[in-house]
Each structure stands twice: as structure tokens, then as C-alpha cells.
């Protein structure tokens, strides 16, 4: 009787795997764009709705405030409105960050132009892209988030008024570390409220708004009081010129 040579098994993980059928990937790539297309327009949609909310009611809180809470253990804020806030405040801001506020629509072309001409991610930033990025928008530079920050200041311009966009930026804003919104920021540098701090002040705590871990309204040094000085002399400017007319009353 001959010998049966044995037979060979195979195993699954030895066999080809199989190439999907035209007809599946199909359906694969057909489900995926329909769900990408969809989760686009759920992100949209809530952003929007995120938007018109605010025209009336304030933030709690930023992403920005809780990444800083979760670091510091705590922040300060206290919300303020504007009528409760100095006026020279709200002028020094616009002259420090915006002066040209209540002349675009959110976007300074020109400054925008000039900003990526130089290689720049924060320089050609408005003050309503720069509360944008603050109420809705995570932290950091990178050209995506300035991408979904473009698209939304218009439509937040359009939502909002610019007396209403000056008085979120001034309560979500970081004026040192772990101080967010001019109450907190006026009583932590100079023991007051918001409704009193003086030209000097408000010119102080304007400047230190590009880098408040690094810059000090305290005991700035002497090219931040220089350029405190000309944000004041700024502030009467503006008025002057017409340029507060937007949001003064």
C-alpha cells in the first residue's frame, strides 16, 4: 500500500487577502463623503447657532479659560458690561489692538495683505477675528483654525454690533495670567473697578494685551510705558477723527 504524502494546511492569515469589489469601495468612499459632507454641516450649524446665542447671552467660559483653569487650578473673571467700563478702557482698546474697528467688516484687507507678506499669523488679526478666536476657536497658531476664523468673523459681524463684540472681547480676554476680563484685570493691577481706571490705566492694560504672560501694566518697562503713552494720545485721536463712533454713545 503506497504512502499518502501529507497534506498541507493553510491557514487564513496565510491566504491573499482579498481586494474589496469595485461595487463596495465604491459604497465605502460614497458613505464616507456622505458622512464627512454631513459632520461639515453639524459643525457649521452649531457654530452658527453658537453665534446668534451670543448676540445675547455671555460666554461662561473660552476653551482658552478652561485649558487654563486645568493648568492653574484656577482663573479669575468677573463679567462686566460696558456701560460698567471706562470709556478711555473701551477707546484704548480699539486704539492698541484695531484702530481702524468701526471702519470693516471684520477683516482689514490691508492689514491682512501686509501680515502675509511678511509671514505673520496674528498681525493682520481684528479685533472681531481676534474675539471670534477667543469665544469659539481653540488656542494656538496654525493656518486651519485662521481659516475657520476667517469664514465666521463676517458672519459674527453681521450678528453682532460693534459695541457688542468690544464688550465680549473686554471679558474674555487675558490681561495676565489666569486674569481674564477688564473687571478682574483693573481690580488685580490696580485695585479698582473697571468703570474707574484712569487714562494712564486703561493705556497700561491696553498694551499688555498682545503677550499678558510676558508684558506687566504694573511695572511695564520703559518701551511699554512708551507705548502706552502713544495709545492714549490714540485715544483722543479716534474720537477726534470719528473713528469711535461705532461704539461710543
Keep these: 500500500m503506497e504512502n499518502e504524502s501529507p497534506k498541507q494546511e493553510t491557514s487564513l492569515c496565510d491566504t491573499p487577502a482579498t481586494p474589496p469589489e469595485p461595487s463596495k469601495l465604491w459604497f465605502i468612499l460614497a458613505l464616507i463623503r456622505r458622512w464627512g459632507f454631513r459632520s461639515i454641516l453639524l459643525i457649521i450649524s452649531i457654530l452658527a447657532i453658537w453665534g446668534l446665542m451670543y448676540r445675547w447671552v455671555n460666554p461662561p467660559t473660552t476653551l482658552y479659560m478652561i485649558q487654563e483653569s486645568w493648568r492653574l487650578g484656577e482663573v479669575k473673571q468677573d463679567w462686566v458690561d460696558i456701560e460698567d467700563v471706562s470709556p478711555v478702557m473701551v477707546r484704548a482698546l480699539v486704539a492698541a489692538e484695531d484702530a481702524n474697528f468701526c471702519d470693516h467688516w471684520g477683516i482689514d484687507s490691508a492689514a491682512v495683505r501686509k501680515a502675509l507678506k511678511q509671514g505673520a499669523m496674528r498681525g493682520g488679526s481684528t479685533i472681531s477675528q481676534q474675539v471670534v478666536k477667543n469665544a469659539f476657536l481653540w488656542p494656538g497658531r496654525n493656518w486651519l483654525r485662521k481659516a475657520i476664523e476667517a ?99
Design 151 to 249: 469664514l465666521m468673523t463676517p458672519y459674527v459681524e453681521l450678528l453682532w454690533n460693534k459695541r457688542r463684540m468690544l464688550e465680549i472681547y473686554l471679558n474674555i480676554a487675558e490681561f495676565d495670567t489666569g486674569i481674564f476680563g477688564i473687571q478682574a484685570a483693573a481690580q488685580h493691577h490696580f485695585g479698582v473697578n473697571a468703570k474707574n481706571l484712569n487714562r494712564v490705566q486703561a493705556g497700561r492694560l491696553a498694551v499688555v494685551l498682545p503677550d499678558p504672560k510676558e508684558r506687566s501694566a504694573i511695572a511695564p518697562s520703559k518701551s511699554l510705558r512708551k507705548r502706552a503713552a502713544s495709545v492714549i494720545a490714540g485715544t483722543d485721536m479716534i474720537r477726534r477723527d470719528g473713528r469711535s463712533k461705532c461704539f461710543e454713545d
